[in-house]
């Protein structure tokens, strides 16, 4: 039996119902977690960071059965490691979603897990990144998009009356070397002390 085809936000719809329904601890990362704390834009993807330990197969076997395909891996680095750094799913279809499924292996990673919030993205109630850790991928990845997603969020948490927690973004920018990186940000928006 073929699988349906799936758009953009049934994919997340589907793919978020699978991870809840396997027990699997995420967060979904990228730009849907802007399209909650920050600035509507468009998105053609789905970003998911997962903490995998011994269900990676599972995992995999419940994507497959939505109709969603692993088309290549990246990584591990170390050849010790039997899990992928980040694992590129497509949905079937004339035009498919790509997945991109990124194992959580780092501190970090396992904090954005651990720390995310629920919310709604694409009309649809998820466990989303929280708005700081959005910002620190943000800040690590550094194209124009990410940039002015940064502001987006500072600018939509300040009108929500939502402040940031700034020890969070420097505890990670710090443990990330990417200090710098965050202090125009903190003259722009951080907390007057």
Do not use: C
């Not at 995420?26 to 834009?41: C, K, Q």
């Not at 990417?178 to 003259?187: F, K, N, S």
Request: glycine share 4%.
């Amino acid at each position: 039996m073929t699988s349906p085809t799936l758009d953009l936000r049934s994919a997340f719809a589907a793919i978020a119902n699978t991870l809840s329904e396997e027990k699997i601890a995420h967060a979904f990362i990228g730009a849907l977690p802007v399209l909650a704390w920050g600035r509507v834009r468009a998105t053609t993807d789905i970003d998911v960071v997962v903490v995998v330990e011994d269900n990676w197969e599972r995992l995999s076997a419940a994507l497959k059965a939505l109709g969603v395909e692993q088309h290549k891996q990246i990584g591990p680095a170390d050849e010790t490691d039997s899990l992928p750094d980040v694992a590129v799913f497509y949905t079937s279809g004339d035009s498919p979603v790509r997945i991109d499924v990124f194992i959580a292996k780092t501190q970090f990673e396992q904090a954005v897990v651990a720390t995310a919030r629920h919310a709604t993205a694409l009309d649809v109630s998820v466990r989303l990144a929280r708005p700081e850790a959005s910002i620190i991928y943000k800040l690590l990845a550094q194209r124009r998009r990410d940039l002015d997603d940064i502001d987006g969020i500072f600018e939509a948490r300040r009108i929500a009356n939502d402040p940031l927690d700034w020890r969070f973004l420097e505890h990670w920018s710090a443990e990330w070397g990417i200090e710098d990186r965050l202090a125009p940000y903190r003259v722009r928006y951080g907390p007057s002390e």
